[in-house]
């Protein structure tokens, strides 16, 4: 079975800062993706970023970017010029991709809350 | 395009009531699953569906049921709830199940 860790459980960083929150995972599969969810209070899940693990090339999304490091099973995620509206979870989660060409499902870690200081 | 609907937002129940919890999509997606979500924790895998007609158990599978008559719905049903089952509970759907996948706005769900 795979695992997701985030080791943060909670960061504060104020407004317009870089941050950037950690994610390592377990597995011996080759062929997977990689996600970061964020949650704000309104419990809405959001998809911030995706990464499949063949691609060599960070992924990423406006502020948003991630520094994949396969060998490693590291994912971790900067978010750069932060804003109010950033404060949120934020989880990890990993998608194994089967033989057939289907997947299981998301496995999350556990997420770090994140906190943007005016 | 609503998107991907969840009814009751927020439902209590005593020990040993069963109950429905709806999820509906009207994107034509294929995949949807059910999560849920604990205090402390990340969302764990209940159940997914990759079609009409086709169900499977995912981490966490044990009182709850689910089938899938439609592409569009995606009801879980809890038979005989516990305290254990107190939660939130999201759905989800995508095209496939390698592509995004897109959450419903959660049930809360409250087990005396």
């Known amino acids: 079975a795979q695992t997701v860790t985030q080791s943060q459980p909670e960061m504060s960083v104020q407004e317009a800062e870089t941050v950037t929150l950690s994610c390592t995972y377990d597995t011996s599969e080759n062929n997977y993706y990689l996600f970061w969810y964020k949650q704000p209070p309104s419990r809405q899940m959001i998809l911030v970023i995706r990464q499949e693990a063949y691609k060599q090339q960070n992924a990423t999304e406006n502020r948003f970017s991630v520094n994949f490091q396969k060998a490693a099973k590291s994912f971790s995620l900067k978010i750069s010029d932060s804003q109010l509206g950033d404060t949120a979870m934020y989880f990890c989660?990993?998608?194994?991709?089967?033989?057939?060409?289907?997947?299981?499902?998301?496995?999350f870690g556990k997420g770090t809350h994140l906190i943007i200081q005016p | 395009n609503a998107g991907v609907t969840q009814t009751p937002k927020f439902q209590v129940l005593k020990t040993g009531q069963s109950m429905t919890l709806q999820c509906a999509q009207d994107?034509?997606?294929?995949?949807m699953s059910w999560y849920r979500q604990d205090p402390g924790m990340g969302l764990r895998l209940i159940h997914y569906?990759?079609?009409?007609?086709?169900?499977d158990q995912g981490e966490v599978p044990n009182g709850y049921n689910v089938s899938r008559s439609t592409t569009e719905d995606f009801p879980l049903r809890l038979l005989s709830a516990a305290p254990s089952q107190t939660s939130v509970y999201f759905c989800?759907?995508?095209?496939?199940?390698?592509?995004?996948?897109?959450f419903g706005p959660g049930t809360r769900l409250l087990v005396l």
């Open positions: 994107m034509n997606h294929e995949y």
């Open positions: 989660a990993f998608m194994k991709l089967n033989s057939g060409g289907g997947a299981d499902g998301l496995t």
């Open positions: 989800a759907s995508s095209w496939t199940v390698q592509e995004t996948q897109y």
């Open positions: 569906s990759v079609g009409a007609g086709i169900t």
